[in-house]
């Protein structure tokens, strides 16, 4: 069995993103999803764990970015630049998705 272990946005619906989720044709229900719980695991566990750690538009990229994490960026903002600090733009472990 493969695991997904998932750190909710506080504003987030856990039974809504499971159901966006399983609309994902390579996510299958053979997958185990894990939330993890914010006030047992900080942040910077939870991305220490990571082998590949997704984040829409937020300040916390440069924090994954400089503990040598694998990053899926989704631009989800099409007036705004992200807050990716400079010195991480060439990042070989940041990959940037816009959608726009």
């Known amino acids: 069995m493969r695991f997904i272990n998932i750190r909710l946005h506080p504003y987030l619906n856990k039974k809504e993103a499971l159901r966006r989720i399983f609309c994902i044709q390579e996510i ?7 939330f993890i719980n914010k006030n047992k695991e900080s942040i910077i566990d939870s991305i220490n764990k990571s082998y590949f750690y997704f ?6 990229i440069n924090m ?3 503990l040598n994490s694998n990053v899926f960026l989704i631009n989800t903002n099409h007036i705004y630049q992200s807050p990716i600090n400079s010195k991480y733009l ?5 990959l940037v998705f816009n959608p726009w």
């Open 90 to 94: 060439e990042s070989k472990k940041l």
């Open 55 to 60: 984040l829409g538009l937020s300040s916390c």
């Open 28 to 34: 299958s229900e053979n997958f185990r999803i894990n």
């Open 64 to 66: 994954v970015i400089s």
